[in-house]
């Protein structure tokens, strides 16, 4: 098995596992196919073997499961013990606060190298390695990074990969490993999350619907009836970096290079001019509405549906028509 599987570090949350593994996972099992090698989901944590059925669902043909109640503390170190054991070619970690640490520990730990914030991988021509893609300059050219050293480790935030039904297996092997940590590994210990509401409502990436506001909304007050809209069609609100920097929204429901990638079913944009950093954030979703008074904006070219006119107009028009078709 030297140097051959592709890995996914499962991240496990109160309702779960974590999206953006699944995202990876699907990735993982597309790539395997291609190359004829085997894609392994790596759980760590209570419960670990639990996410069996989640894994092979999403296309994992075997799945790795270190149970421990440490995971939050004890998984870098838990995962070069598995690296060293079953030297996998790859390891795909999502870019959350914990897939960042985590990664960045095992790269150090086991002298490994990294490509961050991926948009891609693909196998290189020569079947030796991977072509890591990453955007830089904004978005406006991107990195193909070749790591030279193994597993080859790529982070990748949530939405990156779009999520799809039936793309998995009904059963797969599950190897259960015992790792022991000692003690001055654990250094710290994890008590647990302060929920943060308004972070939870600002969870756009798993939104089906995106209401998308940018600077065109002009006042905090205009960029407000977003949310009534949002509510009315079951979807979410994202913003433009401009929006966020006017202060009419929070950070966290930012769309773009430096926010969050979304792939709803369906992104409205209400005077969003379509710059590269957010376009780099939204491009993949299915169906793109964009309203902006100039006809010659940006986002039009990534629209499906394009609609030249003022969005204080088109804002509560869709808003009173919703409320009458729900009576
Ligand atoms: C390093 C870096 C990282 C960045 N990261 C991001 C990022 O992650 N996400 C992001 O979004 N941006 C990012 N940006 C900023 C980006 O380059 C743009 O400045 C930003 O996206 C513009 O936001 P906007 O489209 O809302 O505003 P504007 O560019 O000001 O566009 C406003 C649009 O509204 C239209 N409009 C005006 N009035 C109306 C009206 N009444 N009705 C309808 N339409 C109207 C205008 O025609 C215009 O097209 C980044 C920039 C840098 C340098």
């Not at 021509?125 to 072509?131: C, F, K, V």
């Not at 799809?164 to 994890?190: D, M, N, Q």
């Not at 409205?268 to 710059?275: E, H, K, L, M, N």
Request: charged content about 20%.
């Amino acid at each position: 098995m030297s140097n051959q599987n592709y890995w996914v570090l499962f991240e496990l949350s109160e309702s779960g596992v974590k999206r953006v593994s699944l995202e990876l996972m699907q990735k993982a099992a597309s790539l395997a196919a291609q190359t004829g090698q085997k894609a392994a989901a790596i759980v760590i944590g209570e419960g670990a073997s639990d996410a069996a059925d989640t894994a092979y669902a999403n296309g994992a043909d075997m799945v790795i499961a270190v149970e421990t109640k440490a995971a939050f503390e004890a998984s870098s170190h838990v995962l070069c013990k598995l690296i060293e054991k079953y030297q996998p070619l790859a390891l795909l970690i999502g870019a959350t606060p914990f897939g960042r640490d985590i990664s960045a520990a095992v790269a150090a730990r086991c002298s490994a190298g990294i490509a961050v914030d991926c948009t891609d991988v693909k196998p290189l021509e020569s079947g030796e390695g991977l072509s890591w893609l990453r955007p830089s300059y904004d978005g406006k050219l991107y990195a193909d990074v070749h790591v030279t050293t193994y597993p080859q480790i790529g982070t990748f935030k949530t939405g990156i990969f779009k999520l799809e039904e039936g793309k998995g297996k009904a059963a797969g092997e599950l190897i259960k490993e015992e790792i022991e940590v000692p003690a001055s590994v654990l250094l710290t210990r994890f008590l647990g999350y302060t929920p943060d509401e308004a972070l939870a409502q600002a969870n756009i990436e798993d939104a089906e619907i995106i209401i998308a506001g940018g600077k065109g909304c002009g006042s905090q007050e205009e960029f407000d009836k977003l949310y009534e809209l949002a509510a009315l069609v079951g979807g979410n609100v994202g913003a433009s970096r401009a929006a966020v920097e006017a202060g009419w929204v929070e950070k966290d429901r930012q769309i773009g290079i430096t926010g969050k990638t979304v792939t709803p079913k369906l992104y409205i944009g209400f005077g969003i001019s379509g710059a590269v950093p957010h376009v780099n954030g939204m491009k993949n979703s299915d169906v793109i509405i964009a309203v902006n008074t100039d006809p010659n904006a940006g986002i039009f070219k990534y629209a499906h549906y394009g609609i030249v006119a003022d969005l204080h107009v088109v804002v509560p028009q869709m808003i009173s028509r919703f409320k009458a078709l729900k009576g």
